[in-house]
């Protein structure tokens, strides 16, 4: 007897998704207007904690509150996952993953590498994502099947080059034990490939894959709030997105490359066991 093949989810309504790509381009431009224009010119990195971190905090809890607001006034019946702990059930099929800061020590010392990050998921599948870099005066977004932008411009992953002349981002945990983990996975890969670059925000870093500004990217440790959006615009611009093999993007691992350097660097991940104590 000939089995039931596994039917592939249906494609969300072109209404709804042009309504949830409405929304999340008007929170991350929102907040990130918030963010960009609310920070002090001094913030600065005092010589004691208390000071700075607590405007950074602020400025967090504020964008939230401001991306929270604004799709439950929209969409009152979505549900809701944040970063900064604000979670609410839905009954609409629908669960927004927001980032309201990604890149909190980039915007503390006022490095430009930090983002606003919405994705909308139908169903627990993300097919909608916004990325907004205010700094960077960069929008990226994508819509499943539709492909990624970056401020209106397609976007498309760069060719695979050598594995050896691959270029390749990462990030690092904040627990001690777990960093000292990364390192030794850094240490085995970076005399393989072009060179390592680590630019402190995830989301980031994801769509610089998309845009074909980096060749991989890989991260242990990463929350569905800063992966959601950015694989999903890494994936419609041509990158492949998984994690340990056999798993798709999830907090063990979350890897991101064009085709041809995927492979490989999933494959020396594995070897490494990226993932593991």
């Not at 929209?74 to 944040?82: E, N, S």
């Not at 990158?239 to 093999?245: V, W």
């Not at 907090?251 to 492979?263: D, F, I, K, N, Q």
Request: proline share 8%; charged share 25%; net charge negative.
């Amino acid at each position: 007897m000939e089995e039931n093949p596994v039917t592939a989810p249906a494609q969300p309504d072109d209404r709804l998704l042009d309504d949830l790509l409405d929304v999340a381009l008007d929170a991350a431009r929102q907040a990130g207007a918030l963010l960009r224009d609310g920070r002090p010119a001094d913030l600065g990195v005092a010589g004691t904690k208390s000071s700075p971190v607590d405007v950074v905090t602020e400025m967090d809890l504020a964008s939230e509150k401001l991306v929270l607001e604004l799709i439950t006034g929209r969409r009152p019946a979505d549900g809701y996952l944040g970063e900064e702990g604000a979670e609410r059930p839905g009954t609409s099929g629908v669960r927004w993953v927001v980032d309201p800061l990604d890149g909190t020590v980039n915007y503390l010392y006022g490095l430009p590498s930090w983002a606003v990050s919405v994705a909308a998921e139908v169903d627990g599948r993300a097919v909608v994502g916004v990325v907004y870099a205010p700094a960077r005066d960069e929008l990226f977004h994508a819509v499943l099947g539709r492909g990624a932008r970056l401020n209106g411009r397609p976007l498309a992953t760069r060719p695979a080059p050598p594995w050896g002349q691959a270029l390749i981002a990462t990030g690092f945990n904040y627990v001690q034990p777990v960093r000292v983990r990364q390192a030794e996975v850094l240490l085995a890969l970076m005399p393989e490939v072009r060179d390592i670059r680590r630019g402190g925000a995830a989301a980031v870093d994801l769509c610089d894959v998309a845009a074909g500004r980096l060749d991989g990217y890989y991260e242990r440790g990463l929350a569905p709030w800063d992966r959601a959006a950015g694989c999903l615009i890494a994936a419609e611009a041509g990158a492949l997105t998984g994690g340990r093999p056999g798993h798709g993007p999830e907090g063990e691992l979350t890897v991101a490359a064009a085709p041809g350097v995927y492979e490989p660097l999933q494959e020396r991940l594995a070897a490494l066991r990226a993932w593991a104590d």
